[in-house]
């Protein structure tokens, strides 16, 4: 399992806090989500066999929100 953290802009309530969780665990071989809204930030673990960074990322995206550069 690969762990990473992104920081994602424009999560600004609970609902956006759902909007993400729900749009990543559509996504095979991701294993855990977590989003700190306060740190605008999602935490995510998933096995690379499965899904990359890339498509985690261009999910958050499809879902509304941007994700930044570390």
């Known amino acids: 399992m690969k762990e990473e953290l992104l920081k994602v802009d424009g999560m600004t309530c609970g609902h956006c ?3 993400v969780t ?19 930030e999602v935490g995510v673990s998933y096995n690379e066999a499965e899904t990359n960074i890339k498509e985690i990322s ?9 994700v930044m550069d570390s």
Do not use: Q, R
Request: net charge negative.
């Open 17 to 19: 806090v759902e909007v």
């Open 22 to 40: 729900n749009s990543l665990k559509t996504i095979s071989g991701l294993s855990s989500v977590e989003v700190n809204l306060d740190k605008k």
């Open 58 to 66: 261009d999910k958050i995206v499809e879902a509304g929100f941007e």
